[in-house]
């Protein structure tokens, strides 16, 4: 014979005040929690919180006309041969293989400007739009979760971009200037994403876009 | 009653695991399909959330194209409106972080009593205080109220556990009262508090 339900706690009652306005408990929990309301001040005066957040947040209000043909306007911006994730592939080897990919690049950028050049030696001015450019100069910032030890670190700079990553000062953050082809703005964000999810890494993100200076 | 974001849904949920089915295809069809359910919805969210039209249309944009770029990885355990506003709330997070936005400044307490002795709508104070809240519990509200997401949904939206959920949630109307309870206080009051 099965023990019957232990009833919920005046927290565990409260805690549900949320999701009782919005529809979303069950027709007992809902039940539970509009009888406990009944005998709780304290939850009445909750309850009354939440439903002016609830009010507040759904009021009628102007909202600018979405533009027309976006659908048709964001498709032009994907290349025909986009590669998407069809399957799930482990954090790590995703991050290895666009590390990889970065450090080719880097090579490829160096022994464009010669030997002992480097990229960093073209101008650049800072901008923060996405222009469509044929291409584009992306800084890519990292920054190291504290007390990481520095072979450790050294292990990952080595893997993103190795000596091009540039150390700044507090030194757990570290900058790598990449060119890439414009439109690929959202491919880097998914990368940093990636690097991010490692577990050294406290933070990773695109700061800046270098555009060489006409 | 929630907003119309989610009630009003063209497709079912089968149908929209099926749109994304073909997505991965390389379908581009299908994602205008899903695209033209989803864009108005995000839009109005994230409007709500950064009052910038730019930004909105920005953000959307960014979501709708990591639908096309990620629709495998859609393991339907949720449903797919779930896994995509989930997406919406992190990269609405971590705009909102990069940015430091100030939705609305902070009301000069001077400002609040007009000529006329008059108070600013209690509502007003309401919203300023949602749009003061940090992202994270902002966004929990906004799934919670504007999307109209159970506790479960907004747990996997947010790949949170339940509990954060409903902590953020506390935290959220606590920092709400305090905030209407500042706004409720005449300002002179306030200055002999600070005089203490």
């Known amino acids: 014979m099965s023990k019957p339900a232990k009833a919920p706690s005046h927290d565990e009652l409260r805690q549900r005040i949320p999701w009782y306005l919005n529809g979303t408990l069950s027709e007992v929990q809902a039940t539970e929690v509009r009888q406990h309301i009944r005998e709780c001040r304290q939850c009445q005066s909750d309850l009354v919180i939440h ?10 209000e102007t909202t600018p006309i979405v533009p027309a043909n976006a659908a048709a306007s964001l498709l032009n911006r994907i290349p025909d041969d986009e590669s998407r994730t069809g399957f799930q592939v482990p954090r790590f080897w995703t991050a290895a293989a666009a590390a990889v990919t970065l450090v080719t690049i880097a090579l490829l950028l160096m022994s464009q400007f010669g030997e002992g050049q480097r990229a960093t030696n073209v101008l650049y001015e800072t901008a923060t739009s996405a222009d469509t ?3 584009m100069g992306y800084v890519l910032r990292v920054r190291f979760e504290e007390g990481i030890p520095a072979e450790i670190r050294a292990r990952v700079i080595n893997e993103l971009g190795g000596e091009d990553m540039r150390e700044l000062d507090d030194s757990r953050t570290y900058e790598m200037l990449v060119q890439l082809p414009g439109t690929s703005l959202r491919e880097l964000e998914h990368f940093a994403n990636e690097v991010k999810a490692r577990s050294e890494i406290h933070d990773a993100e695109f700061v800046a876009l270098q555009l060489p200076v006409r | 009653m929630t907003a119309d974001v989610n009630s009003a849904e063209a497709f079912s949920n089968e149908q929209e695991i099926a749109l994304l089915s073909q997505i991965v295809d390389g379908d581009r069809a299908s994602f205008e399909e899903l695209h033209n359910i989803y864009q108005p919805r995000l ?21 709708l194209f990591t639908v096309w770029q990620d629709a495998g990885r859609f393991r339907g355990d949720s449903r797919v409106s779930t896994w ?7 990269k609405s997070v ?16 001077d ?7 008059g108070d600013i709508e209690r509502q007003d ?12 519990q902002k966004l929990t509200v906004m799934l919670v109220y504007y999307v109209g997401l159970s506790c479960e949904e907004t747990a996997a939206a947010t790949a949170s556990p339940v509990s954060t959920v409903k902590t953020r949630m506390f935290h959220a109307r606590r920092k709400l009262k305090k905030h209407l309870a500042i706004a409720a206080t005449p300002s002179s009051l306030l200055e002999e508090e600070d005089h203490e």
Do not use: C, M
């Not at chain 2, 409007?47 to 910038?52: G, Q, V, W």
């Not at chain 2, 995509?84 to 992190?90: S, V």
């Not at chain 2, 971590?94 to 307490?109: G, I, N, Y």
């Not at chain 2, 104070?125 to 994270?136: E, H, M, S, T």
């Open chain 1, 51 to 60: 439903e002016e957040i609830r009010q507040v947040v759904n009021r009628e």
């Open chain 1, 133 to 135: 450019r044929p291409e």
């Open chain 2, 43 to 63: 839009f109005k969210f994230v409007f709500r959330l950064t009052r910038s039209y730019n930004t909105a249309d920005e953000l959307t944009n960014d979501v």
């Open chain 2, 84 to 90: 995509i506003f989930g997406i919406a709330y992190r």
């Open chain 2, 94 to 109: 971590r705009h909102l972080r990069k940015r430091r936005l100030k939705l609305v400044p902070a009301l000069d307490q």
């Open chain 2, 111 to 117: 400002a609040i009593v007009d000529e006329s002795g």
């Open chain 2, 125 to 136: 104070w309401v919203q300023q205080g949602i749009d003061q809240l940090p992202p994270k």
